[in-house]
């Protein structure tokens, strides 16, 4: 039989190694990947998409398995030759994927949207999966902490997150469209589940969810929406959700995060580390899944990906 068509919703890495399981086990055409842009920024003059390119480089298998963020094979020739000269070097651009910083930025000065380019470079290197930016209007994480406001990438690599979290405001997200190709891929006929992939919560899923209409748009889909926890025996599997969470009064846990999708979701899937939350997790009104997470490997990405679209059909026959 035939699998449908999957819309997923991702930030960094955790999203992109879903989305790689999930383009191998659903097959060509089947992936729509919707990926947040709130933490793209102006460095250097050029226009930074981290999310976006961490995505399209995992989906193209060029991905640098060291750093977790740019491209393979990378050398820093560029940023050697900055920092001689006196320049800013607190975020490391590669020499090749300043390729991609260059010509991106150059193309949307010349006019064209975010996603047109996206999708163009998504063919150059190699993917026929679906990669959308959530919208092509800026929208901009600010970090609301013990020492101001502060924009997401200075706190998140300049700073290494070290100040404490009080909050978030994502500038932009009033007057930013949801990506009209997003909106119709939540639409398809064919369509078998939402995936909110392992990404985290505040800085990568909450600037998709809060576009305008598109909570709206989820509570009319009539398929399953299905959220795996990016938090597993009370740590992020990478980056700083859980002491955002600790900071923002809230224990890390999986099921917190459930907590925080609130009646947004169908499915969740936990680690087996954190079985014993399940039927707490039950009690929310969401039916749970619990499987290994951690993916380290391709079979264990295809493995969780298949693990969710079977779930996925199961409560897609009791769903209305
Ligand atoms: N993350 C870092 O921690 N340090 C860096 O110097 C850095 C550079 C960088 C360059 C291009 C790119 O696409 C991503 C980069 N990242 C870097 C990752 C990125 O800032 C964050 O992982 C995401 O924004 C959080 O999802």
């Known amino acids: 039989m035939a699998i449908g068509s999957v819309v997923a919703l991702a930030g960094g890495v955790g999203g992109a190694k879903l989305a790689q399981g999930l383009a191998e086990v ?86 064209e949207k975010l996603g047109a380019i996206t999708a163009d470079f998504c063919a150059k290197m190699g993917t026929s999966v679906r990669v959308l930016p959530m919208s092509d209007d800026p ?25 404490k979290v009080r909050g978030f405001e994502f500038e932009g997200i009033e007057n930013a469209v949801f990506n009209p190709l997003a909106s119709e891929s939540l639409k398809e006929q064919d369509l078998k589940a939402v995936i909110i992939c392992p990404s985290n919560p505040y800085v990568s899923i909450a600037p998709i969810l809060s576009l305008p209409s598109v ?51 169908d499915g969740f899937v936990i680690d087996i580390t954190d079985a014993d939350e399940s039927s707490k997790i039950e009690e929310l009104g969401q039916r749970v899944l619990v499987t290994e997470t951690i993916m380290t490997s391709i079979e264990s990405k295809k493995r969780l990906a298949k693990n969710i679209i079977d779930f996925a059909s199961e409560i897609g026959a009791t769903h209305i």
């Open 215 to 265: 909570r709206n748009q989820l509570r009319d889909v009539v398929v399953p929406i299905i959220a795996v926890s990016p938090i597993v025996g009370g740590q992020a599997i990478k980056g700083p959700a859980a002491k955002m969470m600790r900071e923002l009064g809230c224990n890390p846990s999986a099921l917190s995060v459930a907590k925080g999708y609130e009646d947004a979701l």
């Open 139 to 163: 929208v901009r994480t600010m970090v609301d902490t013990d020492i101001g406001l502060i924009p997401f990438q200075e706190y998140f690599v300049r700073l290494g997150c070290s100040p």
């Open 26 to 111: 659903l097959g060509p055409g089947k992936l729509t990947v919707v990926v947040n842009t709130a933490d793209d920024f102006e460095y250097l003059g050029l226009y930074i998409c981290p999310d976006l390119d961490t995505v399209m480089y995992t989906l193209c298998d060029l991905h640098n398995l060291e750093t977790g963020w740019g491209l393979e094979s990378e050398s820093w020739n560029f940023l050697e030759a900055l920092r001689e000269i006196g320049g800013d070097t607190w975020f490391r651009l590669g020499d090749r994927d300043l390729a991609t910083h260059i010509e991106r930025t150059h193309r949307m000065r010349s006019g």
